[in-house]
C-alpha cells in the first residue's frame, strides 16, 4: 500500500525545518534514517507504479546524498517486481556514506550494480527516475550534473522525480541555473515552500506527498514557513445571506482609474466587485469613459472625475476604494492617488497607483497591495529577476517596508498579512496569462471587503476566488481565456 497521502498538506517549510523535523524523528524519537529512506522510496516506487502501470524498463539516476539513496531503494524494488532496471551514478560512487550507501549496497546485493551516466540509455527508458540532487542545493548546478539534468529534460517522456526536481530551490522555488521538468514529483515528510510558488508548480508536475509515517507531534515542535490555502478552506467566510439582507448592507466600493483608452481596466475590477456581492459599486474616471461604461454594464455608477476635487463626495460615501486599474501616471493620475491616500478608509492598491506609490513611498496598514514581479521590483527598487529568484523575501519586504497586505501575483501567489504570516494560494492556470486579470482580482478583494471581512482575509479568500473561477473558466481551455470569462465563475464560487 502506498504512504503517499491523497492530499497534499496546507503546512510549508523551510529546507531547514525540514531537516529538523528528520534529525528529531531519528535522533529523539530513534525512528533509523535507513527505516525513513525504505519508506521513501516505498512510497515512490508506488507512485511509479500507480503513474506508469506498463512501464518495463526504468532508469534510475541517483546522486551523492540520501535522494541518492531513494534513488537506490526504489531501484531495488523494481528489480523485485522484475522490471528492466538501470542505476546511473553521478558522482564518484567510493565516496557514498552512510544511510546513502547501505541503501547502494542493498542493490549490489541483487547483482543491480550502477555504472557511470551513459545519455543513450535514457531514451531507452519508459520511466526516468531523477533521484539527482536534493533540497540542499545552494548553488547553480554545472558541469556533468547540468549535461544530465538537460538530456533528462530533453530525452525522456516520463520523469518521476523525489522529493524535488532536481535543480529547483526548495525554498524559493527558483531553478539554480538548470532544473528537472518532471511529471511528476513525490516530496517526503515536509512540504517545501519552493515547491508551491515561482518555478515549483510548473517542474514538479503532478504532485504528491509522503510523511513517511514520522510521528505526528514531532510537527508542533518546528515552525512552519507558510500555509497553503484554498478556496475550499475558506468557504467559512462567504455563508449564505440572511433572507432580510439589502444592498446597503453589503458595502459600497469606489473603484478609481481608467485613463484615456483604458477604461476596460476600471470596468472589469468593478464589475468583478459586483460579481462577488458588493451592494453598490461606483467607477470615478474620465469624463469620455463615464457616459460608456453604464452602456456595457449598467448596474455600474459611473462619475467624471476630471480633479482630484470631483472625489470629495465619492470618498464620503464608499467604505473601501480600489485605485489602480488603467490610472496611468499623468498629473491627473498623480492627483488622484495623493487624494485618495489622505481617506482612512481600506484600500486596493493596483497596476499604476503601485508605480505611483514606488516614486513616493508611505505606509499604511489599511491597503491591500498587489503587485505582479514587475510592480514588485519597483517597489523594492530592484529587478524582476531578483523578485524571483526568492518571491518570499520579496512579499516580506514590501510588506515590511509599505505597511498593510501585500500580495504577490504570479503562480503560487503569496499573501502576507499585517502579522508577515504568508500564505501561498495554488488555484489558478497559465489561462490566466492575460491582460485585466489583476484588474479582476482588485474588484474581487473590494468587494469582500465592502461585506465586511478583514483586509488580510480578504486578501486570502480574494486570490483563491480569483483563481478558482479561472480554474473553472478553463473548462474551455486555458490558451484564449479572457479576464471577462472570469465574471460568471466569480458569481458561483462566491457562493459556496
Given at each position: 500500500?502506498?504512504?503517499?497521502?491523497?492530499?497534499?498538506?496546507?503546512?510549508l517549510?523551510?529546507?531547514?525545518?525540514?531537516?529538523?523535523l528528520?534529525?528529531?524523528a531519528?535522533?529523539?524519537?530513534?525512528v533509523?534514517?535507513?527505516?525513513?529512506?525504505?519508506?521513501?522510496?516505498?512510497?515512490?516506487?508506488?507512485?511509479?507504479?500507480?503513474?506508469?502501470p506498463?512501464a518495463?524498463?526504468?532508469?534510475?539516476?541517483?546522486?551523492?546524498?540520501?535522494?541518492?539513496?531513494?534513488?537506490?531503494?526504489?531501484?531495488?524494488?523494481?528489480?523485485?517486481?522484475?522490471?528492466?532496471?538501470?542505476?546511473?551514478?553521478?558522482?564518484?560512487?567510493?565516496?557514498?556514506?552512510?544511510?546513502?550507501?547501505?541503501?547502494?549496497?542493498?542493490?549490489?546485493?541483487?547483482?543491480?550494480?550502477s555504472?557511470?551516466?551513459?545519455?543513450?540509455?535514457?531514451e531507452?527508458?519508459?520511466v526516468?527516475?531523477?533521484?539527482?540532487?536534493?533540497?540542499g542545493?545552494?548553488?547553480?548546478?554545472?558541469?556533468?550534473?547540468?549535461?544530465?539534468?538537460e538530456?533528462?529534460?530533453?530525452?525522456?517522456e516520463?520523469?518521476?522525480?523525489?522529493?524535488?526536481?532536481?535543480?529547483?530551490?526548495?525554498?524559493?522555488?527558483?531553478?539554480?541555473?538548470?532544473?528537472?521538468?518532471a511529471?511528476?514529483?513525490i516530496t517526503?515528510?515536509?512540504?517545501?515552500q519552493?515547491?508551491?510558488?515561482?518555478?515549483?508548480p510548473?517542474?514538479?508536475?503532478?504532485?504528491?506527498?509522503?510523511?513517511l509515517?514520522?510521528?505526528e507531534d514531532?510537527?508542533?515542535?518546528?515552525?512552519?514557513?507558510?500555509?497553503?490555502v484554498?478556496?475550499?478552506?475558506?468557504?467559512?467566510?462567504?455563508?449564505?445571506?440572511?433572507?432580510?439582507?439589502?444592498?446597503g448592507?453589503?458595502?459600497h466600493?469606489?473603484?478609481?482609474?481608467?485613463?484615456?483608452?483604458?477604461?476596460?481596466?476600471?470596468?472589469?475590477?468593478?464589475?468583478?466587485?459586483?460579481?462577488?456581492?458588493?451592494?453598490?459599486?461606483?467607477v470615478?474616471?474620465?469624463?469620455?469613459?463615464?457616459?460608456?461604461?453604464?452602456?456595457?454594464?449598467?448596474?455600474?455608477?459611473?462619475?467624471?472625475?476630471t480633479?482630484a476635487?470631483?472625489?470629495?463626495?465619492?470618498?464620503?460615501r464608499?467604505?473601501?476604494?480600489?485605485?489602480?486599474?488603467?490610472l496611468?501616471?499623468?498629473?491627473?493620475?498623480?492627483?488622484?492617488?495623493?487624494?485618495?491616500?489622505?481617506?482612512?478608509l481600506?484600500?486596493?492598491?493596483?497596476?499604476?497607483a503601485?508605480?505611483?506609490?514606488?516614486?513616493?513611498?508611505?505606509?499604511?496598514?489599511e491597503?491591500?497591495?498587489?503587485?505582479?514581479?514587475?510592480e514588485?521590483?519597483?517597489?523594492?527598487?530592484?529587478s524582476?529577476?531578483?523578485?524571483?529568484?526568492?518571491?518570499f523575501?520579496?512579499?516580506?519586504?514590501?510588506?515590511?517596508?509599505y505597511?498593510?497586505?501585500?500580495?504577490?501575483?504570479?503562480?503560487?501567489?503569496?499573501?502576507?498579512?499585517?502579522k508577515?504570516?504568508?500564505s501561498?494560494?495554488?488555484?489558478?492556470?497559465?489561462?490566466m496569462?492575460?491582460?485585466?486579470?489583476?484588474?479582476v482580482?482588485?474588484?474581487?478583494?473590494?468587494?469582500?471587503?465592502?461585506?465586511?471581512?478583514?483586509?488580510?482575509?480578504a486578501?486570502?479568500?480574494?486570490?483563491?476566488?480569483?483563481?478558482?473561477?479561472?480554474?473553472?473558466a478553463?473548462?474551455?481551455?486555458?490558451?484564449?481565456?479572457?479576464?471577462?470569462?472570469?465574471?460568471?465563475?466569480?458569481?458561483?464560487?462566491?457562493n459556496?
Amino acid at each position: 500500500m502506498t504512504l503517499a497521502t491523497p492530499s497534499l498538506p496546507q503546512t510549508l517549510y523551510s529546507t531547514s525545518a525540514v531537516r529538523e523535523l528528520d534529525r528529531i524523528a531519528i535522533q529523539e524519537r530513534n525512528v533509523a534514517g535507513l527505516e525513513l529512506m525504505e519508506r521513501a522510496g516505498q512510497s515512490a516506487f508506488d507512485l511509479m507504479c500507480e503513474r506508469w502501470p506498463q512501464a518495463k524498463r526504468v532508469v534510475v539516476l541517483c546522486g551523492m546524498g540520501n535522494n541518492g539513496g531513494d534513488g537506490y531503494i526504489l531501484a531495488r524494488l523494481a528489480k523485485e517486481a522484475q522490471l528492466d532496471v538501470c542505476i546511473m551514478q553521478l558522482g564518484d560512487k567510493s565516496n557514498l556514506k552512510g544511510d546513502a550507501l547501505a541503501a547502494a549496497t542493498k542493490c549490489h546485493a541483487l547483482d543491480l550494480q550502477s555504472e557511470p551516466y551513459q545519455p543513450n540509455l535514457i531514451e531507452k527508458a519508459d520511466v526516468v527516475v531523477d533521484a539527482l540532487l536534493g533540497t540542499g542545493l545552494d548553488r547553480e548546478v554545472d558541469g556533468d550534473w547540468r549535461i544530465a539534468i538537460e538530456d533528462i529534460n530533453r530525452m525522456s517522456e516520463a520523469i518521476l522525480s523525489l522529493d524535488i526536481p532536481s535543480g529547483l530551490n526548495a525554498d524559493t522555488g527558483a531553478v539554480m541555473g538548470v532544473a528537472v521538468k518532471a511529471d511528476a514529483c513525490i516530496t517526503f515528510i515536509g512540504m517545501k515552500q519552493g515547491l508551491m510558488t515561482a518555478e515549483g508548480p510548473a517542474l514538479c508536475g503532478e504532485l504528491s506527498f509522503s510523511d513517511l509515517v514520522v510521528p505526528e507531534d514531532i510537527y508542533e515542535q518546528v515552525t512552519t514557513s507558510a500555509r497553503r490555502v484554498s478556496v475550499d478552506e475558506l468557504k467559512t467566510f462567504l455563508p449564505r445571506r440572511e433572507r432580510s439582507t439589502h444592498k446597503g448592507q453589503c458595502g459600497h466600493v469606489l473603484v478609481i482609474g481608467g485613463d484615456y483608452g483604458f477604461a476596460g481596466a476600471v470596468r472589469m475590477a468593478a464589475e468583478a466587485a459586483m460579481r462577488v456581492g458588493a451592494g453598490l459599486v461606483t467607477v470615478a474616471t474620465r469624463p469620455e469613459h463615464a457616459l460608456n461604461i453604464p452602456l456595457a454594464r449598467p448596474e455600474l455608477m459611473t462619475r467624471a472625475v476630471t480633479s482630484a476635487e470631483d472625489l470629495h463626495p465619492l470618498l464620503s460615501r464608499a467604505n473601501v476604494i480600489v485605485i489602480g486599474p488603467g490610472l496611468g501616471q499623468s498629473e491627473w493620475a498623480s492627483s488622484l492617488i495623493a487624494k485618495t491616500l489622505q481617506t482612512k478608509l481600506p484600500l486596493i492598491i493596483d497596476a499604476d497607483a503601485l508605480n505611483l506609490l514606488s516614486l513616493e513611498p508611505s505606509v499604511s496598514d489599511e491597503w491591500v497591495l498587489t503587485p505582479h514581479p514587475g510592480e514588485a521590483a519597483r517597489l523594492l527598487a530592484c529587478s524582476s529577476g531578483e523578485v524571483q529568484a526568492d518571491r518570499f523575501a520579496a512579499a516580506k519586504a514590501i510588506q515590511k517596508n509599505y505597511g498593510g497586505v501585500c500580495v504577490l501575483k504570479g503562480s503560487g501567489s503569496l499573501i502576507i498579512d499585517t502579522k508577515q504570516s504568508i500564505s501561498v494560494a495554488t488555484e489558478g492556470n497559465p489561462g490566466m496569462a492575460s491582460g485585466g486579470m489583476g484588474d479582476v482580482l482588485s474588484g474581487v478583494i473590494a468587494g469582500l471587503i465592502a461585506q465586511g471581512l478583514k483586509t488580510d482575509d480578504a486578501a486570502r479568500v480574494g486570490v483563491c476566488v480569483h483563481g478558482a473561477a479561472a480554474d473553472a473558466a478553463a473548462i474551455f481551455g486555458e490558451r484564449g481565456m479572457l479576464a471577462s470569462d472570469l465574471m460568471p465563475h466569480l458569481r458561483s464560487v462566491a457562493n459556496p
